[in-house]
């Protein structure tokens, strides 16, 4: 029998490394983290990928429409202008070099307009690029012919048509869907999506497979719509079905066109996020006048309409409007954010039944500040004059709301609802109105006064209207954070209201509306809605509008009013026909996202630094030998990145070995994707293995 030093001796080198590498993890205080395995001298790199793609544009929508995906969810990439004539010749050296000894490919992906882009010794280049890395190409919208591994079956308007992701199109990339999809069609007076139906008809050695199919409006013929034409050793995603970067089929299926292009390694981040704020919580909101067209308490005319005008018939939410909130909210596993106003439950007085209820179920909703009372914290308005304008003093000059009021609304709210035991992000507020911040046409500026008001009350974040403002921007040290206003109107409780006003608004005076829509170059008038218009234009409408929304990466909340979950809780339909639609086309390890007030501010911030940095070529991304590496050759910056299920962080190498951190980020749609810190000039590696 051998002693233990002779076994010691006849041990392989590959164990003796591992002991040694053991004995130094543990002097490093690492020891039990497990280990990758090493590379040996058989795995010596040959390849690396440059996490960028390379866009070449003709300005047409299907190119538009990858450019829009590749932005939501900021992925790297250069575009070659091809009506340019000054733009750089496609050439060998334009696509690859050698780095240290190693071949690199500076794209990880090329996007095409179709299949004949370019030609002669550009399309050569491009084609030897692509199979000596293995690199792919989306031809962005072509006719389903034999250059494509194709004959066309059908073409023809597939407005409303039949969607089917096949379990091919699953496993490559379009696997966060469920698979049944349709074309959008949302004018059925207008043609809007064209398409050939393609049926595989290719040569010996290559091979078409179908992503994504299609079934011609009416039934009958069936046929590819986006499907990979693999041969002369490279992949084309051929797509046949005409898209922008608008159309609700466009942004579901999106994201799996890059990850089928970056073979699901590229940096960039996408979600799927709602959240709904519900403003003036605690307050009456005035009510709509069906009969006289305007709203009681805030723009009928005591002079014009009848005395017997019932000028207090507010609306405000009931303790069983609470409690609808709560079952609501529990059901659908979505919070609706609780938007208050602390003046309105102090005047409605001590015994108030809408104040106890949401206390009593405080711990079921997410509070914002509001202000105390609702004021107006821009100009002073001066109502003698329609439209109002902003008033000003003996010397012309604009008459601000002060500081001081400003102050005291922010403070008196946070200090009521500590008093009641609401837990209450101070950060963060949403003025009346969005008010202090400009309104055009009366104010071209935010009331001077904000900003030093948000910083001495440490407010971070401040609510911003989209319609009007669509990207963040700072005042003071506080930040604006965009939201989407839902067309379910303030001043309506019931389905009757909204129908009447929503009539008001958008029909022409011939009609018996107020023709605004006609005067309007960003409005269509229509016919007049009966009493099922609510369920059967308005919800399925406003609904497709937030839907598109959410599957477009957008972290914008949407906001509503307490007045729409009282009485007929007429938001509620809305809601879910939102959450309904998402949850039959996504699959369940792809929820969706419902972030708080504050969240939805990181986002936007971080996109934006991303945006500056992806402008700058602040970083170095490539893969090599299975390892994923990121360099920050700037600032300090978070940069989103997205991989494979099976990607592991790399903490630390040790004599050759890898030290593996774990799981990396976050799973979301059959990936793991998170935002990660990188100081100045630091360094993140990733372990990808398939």
């Keep these: 029998m051998k002693s233990s030093r002779t076994r010691a001796k006849t041990m392989s080198g590959s164990s003796k490394s591992r002991i040694v590498v053991a004995g130094a993890l543990a002097l490093l205080g690492l020891a039990g983290i497990a280990l990758a395995r090493p590379a040996l001298a058989a795995d010596a790199p040959k390849q690396r990928i440059d996490l960028r793609a390379l866009v070449l544009d003709d300005a047409s929508t299907g190119v538009d429409t990858l450019r829009a995906q590749l932005d939501r969810e900021g992925v790297p990439y250069d575009v070659l202008n091809l009506a340019d004539g000054g733009r750089p010749a496609i050439t060998a050296a334009y696509l690859a070099d050698s780095v240290s000894g190693v071949r690199r490919a500076k794209y990880q992906g090329v996007i095409v307009p179709n299949e004949n882009a370019v030609t002669g010794a550009e399309a050569t280049a491009l084609a030897d690029f692509e199979r000596e890395f293995g690199i792919r190409q989306i031809d962005a919208y072509t006719f389903a012919g034999a250059n494509v591994g194709l004959t066309n079956a059908w073409s023809g308007v597939l407005d409303g048509a039949a969607l089917q992701v096949t379990d091919a199109g699953k496993a490559a990339g379009f696997g966060y869907l469920k698979g049944a999809l349709t074309v959008d069609d949302r004018d059925a007076g207008v043609s809007e999506s064209f398409g050939y139906l393609g049926a595989a008809a290719v040569a010996a050695g290559a091979t078409f497979t179908p992503m994504v199919t299609g079934t011609k409006p009416g039934g009958g013929t069936s046929g590819s719509l986006m499907g990979v034409y693999t041969h002369d050793g490279r992949e084309e995603l051929v797509v046949t079905l005409a898209a922008n970067r608008y159309q609700t089929h466009a942004l579901e299926l999106g994201h799996g066109l890059i990850t089928w292009l970056t073979r ?100 079921q909703f997410r509070f914002i500040n509001h202000t105390y009372e609702h004021p107006y914290l821009g100009c002073v308005q001066d109502f003698t004059v329609t439209p109002w304008k902003c008033a000003t003093d003996a010397a012309g000059q604009t008459r601000w709301v002060s500081q001081a009021d400003i102050t005291a609304q922010i403070k008196q709210n946070v200090d009521w609802a500590k008093g009641k ?12 109105e969005h008010s202090g911040l400009k309104t055009l046409p009366q104010m071209p500026n935010d009331n001077p006064n904000l900003a030093p008001a948000l910083n001495a009350n440490g407010v971070k974040y401040v609510a911003s209207d989209a319609s009007r403002e669509q990207t963040a921007r700072p005042v003071g040290n506080a930040t604006t954070v965009p939201r989407y206003p839902m067309n379910i109107y303030y001043n309506v409780a019931t389905v009757a209201e909204e129908v009447d006003e929503y009539n008001w608004l958008y029909t022409s005076t011939a009609d018996g509306g107020s023709g605004i829509c006609a005067n309007n170059p960003l409005s269509t008038c229509i016919s007049p809605l009966g009493a099922s218009g609510y369920a059967n234009y308005i919800v399925p409408l406003e609904s497709r509008i937030a839907y598109d929304h959410v599957v477009s990466a957008s972290p914008a909340p949407h906001y509503a009013h307490q007045s729409n979950l009282a009485e007929d809780r007429i938001l509620y339909p809305v809601l879910d026909a939102v959450l309904a639609r998402y949850r039959a086309t996504y699959t369940t390890a792809t929820p969706v996202v419902n972030p708080k007030f504050a969240e939805s501010a990181l986002q936007n911030r971080r996109q934006a630094a991303w945006t500056a940095a992806l402008q700058s070529r602040q970083i170095e991304a490539y893969l090599l030998d299975g390892k994923v590496t990121v360099t920050n050759k700037g600032n300090a910056l978070d940069v989103p990145m997205t991989m494979p299920s099976s990607t592991t962080l790399i903490s630390a190498s040790v004599l050759g070995i890898e030290v593996s951190g774990g799981p990396f980020g976050e799973p979301y749609g059959g990936e793991r994707s998170a935002w990660r810190s990188l100081g100045k000039s630091g360094q993140q590696q990733l372990r990808v293995t398939s």
């Design 264 to 363: 699901g390694v590229h940096l960039g981040y996408t979600r799927n996020y709602f959240s709904v704020h519900v403003d003036d919580v605690f307050l009456p909101d005035d009510r709509w006048d069906t009969v006289h067209n305007c709203t009681v308490g805030d723009d009928c005319n005591p002079q014009r309409d009848p005395a017997t005008l019932p000028y207090n018939q507010t609306i405000r939410m009931t303790k069983d409007d609470v409690d609808a909130l709560v079952a609501w909210q529990n059901a659908r596993g979505v919070k609706l954010d609780v938007v208050f106003n602390g003046g309105g439950s102090v005047e409605a007085g001590a015994g108030d039944p809408l104040t106890a209820a949401v206390v009593a179920a405080k711990s």
């Design 421 to 432: 035991g609401l837990t209450l992000d101070a950060s963060e507020l949403v003025t009346g």
